[in-house]
């Protein structure tokens, strides 16, 4: 059975910084391109960061390239989301999902599985 956990959320403030996990179980993370989405209240599911299997090329949303930095260790079947210089609007629930896909998608449709969220509050 595939699935994913997010851990490594929190409530940090302006400026500071958070590592997001994702761990996977049930099947070989190598083989699979995961993303990383968000969704704030009232808001709808956006694209956050992605990386595809086996070259580990990576793609940004314009609002966090050069800040956040994703990553995968298949070794460990986690993949991570390093988060710096975080601002008030990176607030909301943050996803990570996996799909056997070579084309990485910065559409949530693109991805077949999906954790549960961890959530995210950056504020003072």
């Known amino acids: 059975q595939v699935q994913l956990a997010e851990s490594g959320g929190g409530l940090v403030q302006p400026g500071g910084s958070l590592r997001l996990s994702c761990e996977a179980s049930?099947?070989?993370?190598?083989?699979?391109?995961i993303g990383w989405f968000r969704q704030a209240p009232g808001k709808e599911r956006e694209f956050v960061a992605a990386i595809s299997r086996k070259d580990g090329k990576t793609y940004y949303a314009d609002s966090v390239k050069g800040r956040f930095t994703i990553s995968r260790d298949d070794a460990k079947k986690t993949a991570y989301l390093q988060m710096n210089s975080l601002k008030p609007e990176d607030t909301a629930v943050y996803y990570c999902?996996?799909?056997?896909?070579?084309?990485?998608?910065?559409?949530?449709?693109?991805?077949?599985?999906w954790g549960q969220g961890t959530q995210v509050t950056v504020s003072s």
């Open positions: 999902a996996a799909d056997t896909s070579a084309v990485v998608s910065r559409r949530g449709e693109g991805y077949a599985y």
């Open positions: 049930g099947f070989t993370l190598d083989d699979y391109a």
